[in-house]
């Protein structure tokens, strides 16, 4: 009778970066010494292959969102479980020691990382561990942005600020498939094809050469879009807003160039505007909402032949360099880090 496999060797320290304070690039500490964690009831342990880097990932950082310190940043990553921890071993999840995995979860920029088990999917076999962690956290939010933040219809105007990043990117390739209408505005002429390439129908230039409330009025007769997605924040708000026709939404889902100030809500009565500031984790929170969206973005993958776009893999201990390149708008696509 055969044996089951050893389950792999687990070292006590490995390789990541931590923040001590909040600030700059500068703050982000290179470490081979941290402890690798243990993990809990219902969590699983994840030798890392591919980390994500998202925007989030700089506002921790930076102090914009509050939390506690010291801290490993990141948000999701990929790899293979080489630990269960207990209830983890639940039969309805089917994980497993050795399973690719992909998960959405916190201090991700490491060698390992715990992670939830309800908020680990298994890698479909077709799918590499890069393009899973590349596509999960930005193709999701763009999922459930175009199906609950707003549900878009074959035929809907729709304004998408940052359009050849990574959550715009899917964007634009998620409303040609609907057969919306889509406006993108991108930082800089070099990112004009991308977008196009992705789907959107007219490209602008937020370099202040295209009027894009102008252009917005022109192509929707004089009503606006139905819907604007806006990653840029506090630059870009007013304008955005100012591009919703009656009864249209606004969906504001990042700060990229600073938060949004409060502003009056009687604002919106003039023409009927909801608004709306999601996330992502509000729309997966249990595990059927989860695995529905997971589905459907792997789906999207593997049968429509949606385009994965990675602009860098990383070395993790070049992680303030990569930092600094997703602030300065100077990429288009995925950033991934390898430990």
């Avoid at 687990?10 to 941290?34: F, N």
């Avoid at 293979?80 to 920029?109: C, E, F, Q, R």
């Avoid at 490491?110 to 999917?121: G, P, Q």
């Avoid at 789907?199 to 606006?224: Q, S």
């Amino acid at each position: 009778m055969s044996s089951s496999p050893s389950p792999p060797a687990i070292p006590k320290s490995m390789k990541g970066v931590l923040i001590e304070k909040t600030g700059g690039a500068e703050v982000l500490q290179y470490r081979d010494d941290l402890p690798v964690p243990v993990p809990k009831d219902g969590e699983v342990l994840v030798k890392i292959e591919f980390i994500g880097i998202n925007y989030i990932d700089t506002y921790f950082r930076s102090g914009l969102y509050i939390s506690p310190k010291p801290q490993i940043l990141g948000q999701e990553a990929s790899g293979h479980i080489v630990s269960l921890g207990p209830s983890a071993h639940d039969a309805s999840l089917n994980l497993n020691i050795g399973d690719h995995v992909v998960w959405m979860g916190k201090s991700t920029y490491a060698e390992y990382s715990t992670a939830l088990a309800i908020r680990v999917y298994k890698i479909p076999p077709q799918i590499s561990s890069s393009v899973a962690c590349a596509a999960f956290l930005q193709g999701l939010t763009a999922l459930t942005l175009v199906e609950e933040a707003h549900k878009v219809l074959p035929g809907d105007w729709v304004l998408i600020t940052a359009a050849s990043g990574g959550v715009g990117g899917w964007l634009c390739q998620i409303l040609r498939a609907r057969k919306a209408k889509t406006i993108a505005v991108v930082g800089s002429k070099g990112k004009v094809d991308v977008a196009k390439l992705s789907g959107a129908e007219i490209v602008l230039v937020d370099d202040g050469t295209d009027d894009v409330l102008g252009v917005v009025k022109r192509e929707t007769d004089g009503e606006g879009v139905h819907v604007v997605f806006d990653g840029v924040g506090k630059s870009t708000f007013e304008r955005s807003l100012d591009c919703v026709r009656r009864k249209g939404s606004m969906i504001s889902y990042g700060n990229s160039s600073g938060a949004v100030p409060p502003f009056p809500i009687i604002r919106l009565a003039a023409r009927n505007i909801k608004i709306a500031r999601p996330s992502l984790h509000g729309y997966t929170e249990t595990r059927e909402e989860f695995k529905f969206y997971c589905d459907e973005l792997f789906r999207l993958i593997a049968e429509e032949k949606f385009t994965v776009r990675i602009h860098e893999v990383y070395p993790l201990q070049e992680v303030a360099r990569a930092h600094n390149d997703i602030e300065g708008r100077k990429t288009m696509g995925k950033l991934l880090m390898t430990p």
